[in-house]
């Protein structure tokens, strides 16, 4: 009878849970072992095993096979569960430590199992089965779009149900600020991450992934999901504003007006998708400059220079166009920079154009000094890039010669003056440097070593407070500095300055 009665239990619950039938008799294999276990005063080990075509189990006592212990003197920590290998090997000769000798033992009834105890292994081992079930089934679709309705609301977080029986989860931190939701609302996000848990949800959802965006134009634009545009970039500031880079295969294609749709329909519904966020749809350009530029749209740019070393682009703009190229809280300039890669900088263009007029009539006198050239020279020299005497002096003759109007003699002559010039400067800086005594607190402060120090002094910072009025720019030149510790010197010279501002407060 409870032969027929497990075969029907291991049915029934395959059927209704749609799971292996071999994973229920698993979970009744475990329930009998612990009825078994259970039944015994001391704690021991034991395994059932139900035969799948009739029903019958055997019960089987298992002590695991342990090498012997030198701190206990060789006893076993567990003896109702444990036996040493020696007396293992007297009966089994290929026995190895930690396999298990078996003994059948009296085995429970299935009507005798406690109930709750059968109950729960059950549950367990179905709940387990499921969840693995569902991290199979979506592990090959991160990445994708899904749809799901709103089950739950938990402190800002969503439940989605994706339907049969599988939820979704998006953290209050994935979803767009401010959006409405509420349960029974059909909502997408985007599969980011499937995690194989015994507890808590599996299936990680986000409506604020850059990548949400893209998967939806796909959606809404067929020339993208057809693979005759490419979105190449996209940026985001989720419920507010957003740019995506696009560009075509087809030259007959235009990329932007295809992802705008007629009247604006198909860029309208990806912003309808995602609460309103409003969408600039951005041509790509191989041109890393143009590309900047076109990343700042709507704003018009008269200027840009690139520093590739530091990969940031100084874009400038006419004043009345300040506002709009920086956006509401650095929005626009922020999601170019997002959207390109490179650090944007946003300066007016008069006081960029006063700044580079006033560096280039700066080296140009320095021109003028260092070589005893004239004004037409000197303009000449900065035309062409020379930024300091360092480069004329060590730049092939063969490219000098390239300069129009420069002959042999005229380049010689430039050359070695320059070569002149940089010779006094490394005199003159060295004496300035042994000269030079930094104070007594810029040398004890944290950080500073006395070379560096009488450095700077030679460089006219001498004191602390003059370090703490340097930008970090402004002190890389020193020799063996970077980034990061000239920012930290930076800021101890900056300490006495707080200090006195809570002492005023």
Known sequence: ??????????????????????????????????????RHENQINARVEIDRNTGGYITYRRWEVMAENSEINGDLEFPESQTLLEVAKIDDPDIEVGDFVEEEIESVTFCRIAAQTAKQ??????????????????EDRVGELITGTVKRLEKGSVYLDLGGHVEAYIAREDMIPRESIRIGDRVRG?????????????LFVSRSASELLIALFKLEVPEVGEGLIDILAAARDPGSRAKIAVRSN???????GACVGMRGSRVQAVSNELAGERVDIILWND????????????AEIESIILDEDKHSIDVSVATDNLSQAIGRGGQNVRLATELTGWELNVLDASEAKAASDEEINKIKQEFIDQLDVDDEIADVLVEVGFSNVEEIAYIPIEEMMEIEGFDEE??????SRAKDAVLINAITSEEAIETSEPAKDLLEMEGMDEELAHEMAA???????????????DILVFLGMDEERAGKLIMKAREPWFVNEEGEG
């Open 1 to 38: 009878m409870e032969n027929k009665e497990i075969l029907l239990v291991a049915d029934v619950f395959a059927n209704e849970k749609d799971i292996e039938k071999d994973i229920v008799f698993q979970a009744l294999e475990s329930a009998l072992a612990a009825a078994a276990i259970k």
């Open 121 to 138: 292994v059950i549950i367990q081992k179905i709940r387990e089965a499921e969840r693995k079930k569902v991290v199979e089934a979506y």
């Open 190 to 202: 985007y599969l980011k991450e499937v995690r194989s848990e015994i507890r808590g949800p599996q």
């Open 250 to 256: 087809d030259p007959r294609l235009d990329p932007v």
């Open 287 to 298: 041109n890393e400059a143009q590309f900047v530029i076109n990343a700042m749209s709507p």
């Open 410 to 415: 005229l380049v010689e002559a430039l050359r």
């Open 459 to 473: 460089k006219g910072i001498v004191t602390m407070e003059d370090l703490a009025e340097q930008a970090v720019d």
